[in-house]
């Protein structure tokens, strides 16, 4: 079995921060690419940020200069420095890897439960 779990998220003020984490767990033989999306009432689920193995990032053109995606490969582990946050910044954030759990399988997605973010105006 493979977790992920999130944690740090919660409320906070506009212009405030906050970092976000989250570790995978169990039978984890590597991890490609993780990430981390978002969801909103009413809104599908968006992209927000991700980092492939070897550190290539990619961000959401709402997040770019705000937020700082990053990972610690020895502790599987992939963050999310949330900085000048804004009220359209509240959403449930979704933790999510590419994982390979044996050396001869191929990889499949993961997510965690997710963690609240509200930013109050």
């Known amino acids: 079995q493979v977790q992920l779990v999130e944690s740090g998220g919660g409320l906070v ?5 906050l970092r976000l984490s989250c570790e995978a767990s169990g ?6 690419a993780m990430g981390w999306y978002r969801q909103a009432p009413g809104k599908q689920r968006e992209l927000v940020a991700q980092i492939s193995s070897r550190g290539t990032t990619n961000y ?5 200069g705000r937020f700082t995606i990053s990972r610690d490969n020895a502790k599987n582990t992939v963050y999310l420095q949330m900085n000048s946050l804004k009220p359209e910044d509240t959403a449930v954030y979704y933790c999510n890897a590419d994982i390979r759990r ?3 399988s191929v990889s ?13 105006s």
């Open 13 to 17: 003020q506009a212009g405030e921060s």
């Open 27 to 32: 039978s984890i033989f590597s991890i490609n």
């Open 60 to 64: 959401a053109d709402s997040v770019k």
């Open 102 to 104: 044996r050396s001869f």
């Open 108 to 120: 499949a997605d993961y997510w965690g439960l997710g963690t609240q973010v509200t930013v109050s």
